[in-house]
């Protein structure tokens, strides 16, 4: 008879029990023992330099310096796999999350050595980093004779089916998306969760007690360096944080946990080992069980759900109180599966006598959106994140660009621009451009990790085709860093559809830094908060203080010039001018791809 299936489930996009067809498809090879793992991705959560000098991960370099990830991302994604750790060993007492550090496709090699693997498990990751890592691992696995079994779960539709049915075009419209999914019948109902799960033994292991077992795990990584410890005593760590872009500094790391205990070994990280640390208590919790208890508690009002409209929520209402679901950091980590929302969110529709809203400002053209980028992304691969290369993309000759080689490679450290521009975003990205609506919804992303989708509408286009004319792939690094729902389809994708660089195009639309949020709130509630040295401005100059005659500014204790900026420039002439700018490049009709682009004579626009 054959050996029974020995299964290492890695745990990427899908930091869940429930819902994860990717799980039920381990389980149902039946498997005599099940590896838990979590890989410490250095490409995707930077944050040790372990095997940065090999020549494969070389490769992944560059992803490395546009990808920094802030202290909320790592916090949340740390709680996560903590809580997930735990839904682990709350079935099965002696297993748990087994968190390793170092490039995957090094280390899982090793361990399907040592731990005798005959097949590695995991939920798709369709992103164009996903896929490329992932083609390297399976080569590695052919070679290893481990079998891979990879299941979509990610996205309410495999973005591979679709595009293939798209004849690999991306999705460019949400119409475009539901016209194909129609043909692929419904969203897949969510599988059930698992009730046990197999110990991770190693081949022959007698061990029944978590200590041993772990204890025996631990002894058979002994002497693998990479493995002695969850982190080397004087190892590195990339600090990206305070890193300027492309000059990372490494931080030295002190071994927080010995090998002496297996758990140690394989212990979920602290914030501190990493090198980072929290001056206050997070508003936005990770992990699978706050998910569901949130996504329940949403659903239990199915007036909310039923007559959910994106366009009418308040940008003004921030994190304590959401205007929206606030489930995109679960979406992003797969704490909460799609599907899951999808088919809830139709259940408590179903309880509703009313009017419904429709796609697409609905809940379900909310998450259609979500899949909406990443079929665009998976058709387009790495070049959907920038402008160069980027088919869809319509070029702009905006102030800091991404500037790349002869041969195309980004130029790091990236040379300064010019002085106005580089100063412009410094603002944009401290809250300090003296439009209170700009600064209070970045100083929220700051401090919270999240910014309501409106508010992101509002800052994105402000710092692009609307005032700044910067490029959107300045703007979406910041997301990038500061974003707990960072995601690589959604966010250059929303950039571009701001910067109207494709998926839109109405340039002529623009929001007012004041008329705007006082559709929403006239009161300021959002800038009192977050930009609390204009707390006692009378609501008639909330968003505009600078106009405070200077009695008013004084009996407010905040003098413009001096305890808040003047605005950083003309709000109307910046538009008058960019609207034209807008015009002469629609005009041109370059995209990232055309020629003059790539040979750098698109410039003369
Ligand atoms: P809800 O309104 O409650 O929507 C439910 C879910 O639908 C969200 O959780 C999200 O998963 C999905 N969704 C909603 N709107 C969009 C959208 N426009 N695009 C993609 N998915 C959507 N969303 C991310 O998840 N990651 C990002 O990196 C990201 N970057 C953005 C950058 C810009 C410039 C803009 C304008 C939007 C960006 N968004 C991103 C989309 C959107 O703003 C967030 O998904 C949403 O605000 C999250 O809040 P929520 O969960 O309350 O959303």
Known sequence: ASPKPRVCYWFRTDLRLHDSPALAAALNLKPEALFPLWCWDPNVNACCSLGLESGVNRAFLQYVYKHRVGVHRFRFLLESMTVLSDQISAIQPNSKLLVVRGEPVELLPILWKKWGISHLVFEKDPSAYGRRRDAIVLKAAKLANVTIVSVQGHHLYDPELVTLKNKGKPTMTITSLQNIVKKMGNVPKPVASPKELPLPLLKGSTKTERKDIFLELSNALR?????????????TAVDLNSASLGGERHLPVTCYETVDGGDALFSVPTLESLGMSEDKEAKI?????????RLATLCDDSKYIATFSKPKSSPAQWVDKPSTTLLSPYLKFGCLSIRKMWWDVEEAKQRYIGAKTEPPENLNGQLLFRDMY?????????AFGKVRGNE???YMDWNLPTV???????IVPRPPGDSVSESRLKAFKDGQTGFPWIDAQMRQLKQEGWMHHLGRHSVAAFLTRGQCWISWERGAEIFDEYLIDWDPC?????????????????YFKLYGLVSFPQKYDKTGALVRKYCPELAKYPDAYIYEPHK???????QAGCIIGTDYPYPILDEKNSKDENMARMKACYEAKFYGN????????????
């Open 548 to 554: 405070a005659p200077a009695n008013v500014q004084k």
């Open 223 to 235: 002497g693998t360096p990479i493995f002695s410890g969850n982190c080397l005593e004087g190892d």
């Open 374 to 382: 990443a079929c665009a992304e998976y058709a387009i691969g790495d």
């Open 285 to 293: 919790k990770g992990g699978e069980v706050i998910a569901l208890k």
């Open 594 to 605: 055309s020629k003059e682009v790539l040979d750098g004579t698109a410039n003369a626009l």
């Open 404 to 410: 790349y080689d002869e041969s195309g490679v980004e």
């Open 392 to 394: 869809i993309c319509r």
């Open 490 to 506: 959604s966010n250059p994708g929303n950039w571009m559809w701001l910067s109207c660089s494709a998926f839109y195009a109405q």
